[in-house]
């Protein structure tokens, strides 16, 4: 059998770990075949012939997913004053302060510069929030439209259109959103928290993603308010629409605020619903608990204990360099690593669910067909040094190689030690 790729020696994503394990145990050793960009077969002593790599019994991945990136706004923070104090929570003010600022050009630039680190660290699919407020228009929605189909050699891009500023009363806010979906985005959402009428933009999301038959993606339950969250309607509307399996939001750091039965109590809720949430811990806990001096809350949500509860959740960057997040290199398993810290994650078991949320989970959130490591799916690949999938995060792993459709993408020689003598 003629090949167009074979990896040879790869170790592939463990099944789950029963939680009283303390070591992680690697999997046996594998060959992957591709033909024509798909997987074509996974086998032991692969009797093919073609291009070979040698993975030397690294774990070899499907490729990683962000679930819930911001690229239109990147790379900003050098933009935008300082905060004058850290209690102070003026992001989204500062942010809105310069959109109008934002050139095609402008935009192009930030936007291919994080793409190309998000592919360097082995993202192959994300979905971007674009914004389209008055103040930018649709300058951002055209530079993603562009990139999405100059880059998709690289990385499958899913933008999910929305206003970050308001919708009630904005004159020309949800004609600007209905002319990104005439056009074809296959996502709206919504950031009902900064809308007067918060309610409202939900419905109004629902009705446009029920008229154009789109999937809904809301910014949610941000904040540390308990006694109002916007969760259990867009569950409710949900079920009454048929929409299990196509709605989700991000942040929910409200949950992070509830006792543990009550988070177990949202995590069977939205499972029941079909509803899954992108935790995103970096922006979470730069910006969480800021009206507190002293014992400040994490504010990020432990998505472990929502799947327990079974609920479906993504760890994702949301934003790099830019006021609500001035930090990041994009990598994904950074992030996973972060979140881990934060919520007092640790072990095979915990770990390799935080690895099914930058890469199986965030595909069932992204309703991705053909994603995974059985044969008929896409050859979109990275090969890790690292064994087991508990290592990749606890060590914010760095990966070898990837492939998009079954060509690749990068190598990375990592450092070597020059020992006297050598």
Not at 192 to 218: C, M, N, S
Request: charged fraction near 25%.
């Amino acid at each position: 059998m003629q090949l167009d790729l074979i990896i040879r020696n790869a170790r592939l994503p463990e099944p789950p770990a029963p939680a009283s394990q303390i070591a992680p145990v690697p999997g046996p050793l594998t060959d992957i075949g591709v033909h024509e960009g798909r997987i074509v077969a996974v086998s032991p002593g692969l009797a093919a012939s073609g291009p070979e790599v040698d993975a030397r019994g690294g774990l070899v991945s499907p490729g990683l997913i962000e679930s819930h990136f911001h690229l239109d706004k990147a790379l900003i923070a050098d933009r935008v004053p300082l905060q004058p104090n850290r209690m102070i929570r003026d992001h989204m003010e500062r942010t809105a302060s310069i959109k109008h600022t934002f050139t095609p050009e402008d935009i192009e630039a930030r936007v291919r510069k994080v793409l190309e680190q998000c592919v360097l660290h082995g993202v192959t699919h994300m979905r971007t929030q674009v914004e389209v407020d008055p103040n930018v228009g649709l300058r951002g929605f055209d530079v993603v439209e562009k990139l999405r189909r100059e880059y998709a050699w690289a990385i499958d891009l899913q933008p999910c259109v929305f206003l970050q500023e308001g919708w009630t009363g904005v004159a020309g806010a949800d004609e600007n959103l209905v002319a990104c979906l005439e056009r074809g985005a296959p996502v709206v959402g919504g950031a009902p928290r900064y809308d007067r009428d918060g309610t409202g933009q939900i419905r109004r999301v629902f009705e446009l993603a029920g008229r154009y038959g789109v999937d809904v993606d809301f910014h949610l339950d941000g904040g540390y308010e308990v006694d109002q969250l916007d969760y259990p309607l867009v569950c409710e509307i949900t079920e009454r629409m048929g929409l299990q399996g196509r709605v989700a939001f991000g942040h929910g750091s409200k949950i992070a605020c509830m006792p543990v039965a009550q988070q177990l109590e949202a995590g069977r809720r939205l499972a029941q619903a079909g509803v899954s949430l992108a935790v995103l811990p970096a922006t979470d806990v730069f910006n969480g608990g800021r009206h507190m001096e002293h014992s400040v809350l994490r504010g990020v949500t432990d998505a472990n204990t929502l799947i327990e509860a079974g609920a479906n959740c993504t760890l994702s960057t949301n934003n790099v360099l830019n006021p609500f997040t001035p930090y990041g290199d994009c990598s994904l398993t950074r992030i996973a690593c972060e979140y881990a810290h934060i919520v007092q994650r640790n072990g095979p078991r915990d770990l390799g669910l935080c690895f099914e949320m930058i890469t199986t989970r965030a595909a069932k959130l992204m309703r991705l067909d053909g994603y995974g490591l059985a044969p008929g799916c896409a050859a979109d690949l990275v090969l890790w040094g690292e064994t087991n999938t508990h290592d990749v995060i606890a060590t914010c792993a760095l990966p070898l190689a990837a492939w998009k459709r079954g060509r690749r993408l990068f190598r990375r020689e990592l450092p070597a030690l020059e020992r006297p003598g050598a």
